[in-house]
Nanobody
Framework: QVQLVESGGGLVQTGGSLRLACAASGRTISNYAMAWFRQAPGKDREFVANINQVGILRSYADFVKGRFTISRDNAQNMVYLQMNSLKPEDTAVYYC??????????????WGQGTQVTVSS
C-alpha cells in the first residue's frame, strides 16, 4: 500500500500563496488518481481537487477554481497543490489521498496525516 506524507502548510496572510506537497512511498503513484481534501475545525472533510493517473484530467471544488492548481510528478512520486489568493475560509488541515478511480467519491486507498494551513485576515 502507498504511504503519503503532506508538507508545506503554514501561516499566511490573506491573499498569499502556499504550495503543498504530498510525498508518496511504498508504491508508485502512477497507478493512482490523487486528490486533496481539507477539514476545517467543526466541519466535515471536503473535496478540494483531484488529478488522474497521467495528469491530464483535473477537477476542482467550486470554491477553489481559479485559485488552486493540482499537479503531479510521477517520476518523483509527488503530488502538489498550489494555492493562491488564499482566504481565511481556506484555513483547514489539508490531506492528500490516493485512489484507483478518478472520482471525487473515491474510494481512496490511502490518506496522509495532513498539513495545517492557516490564513490570517
Amino acid at each position: 500500500q502507498v504511504q503519503l506524507v503532506e508538507s508545506g502548510g503554514g501561516l499566511v496572510q490573506t491573499g498569499g500563496s502556499l504550495r503543498l506537497a504530498c510525498a508518496a512511498s511504498g508504491r508508485t503513484i502512477s497507478n493512482y488518481a490523487m486528490a486533496w481534501f481539507r477539514q476545517a475545525p467543526g466541519k466535515d472533510r471536503e473535496f478540494v481537487a483531484n488529478i488522474n493517473q497521467v495528469g491530464i484530467l483535473r477537477s476542482y471544488a467550486d470554491f477553489v477554481k481559479g485559485r488552486f492548481t493540482i499537479s503531479r510528478d510521477n517520476a518523483q512520486n509527488m503530488v502538489y497543490l498550489q494555492m493562491n489568493s488564499l482566504k481565511p475560509e481556506d484555513t483547514a488541515v489539508y490531506y492528500c489521498a490516493a485512489g484507483n478511480l478518478w472520482r471525487v467519491a473515491g474510494p481512496y486507498d490511502a490518506w496522509g496525516q495532513g498539513t495545517q494551513v492557516t490564513v490570517s485576515s
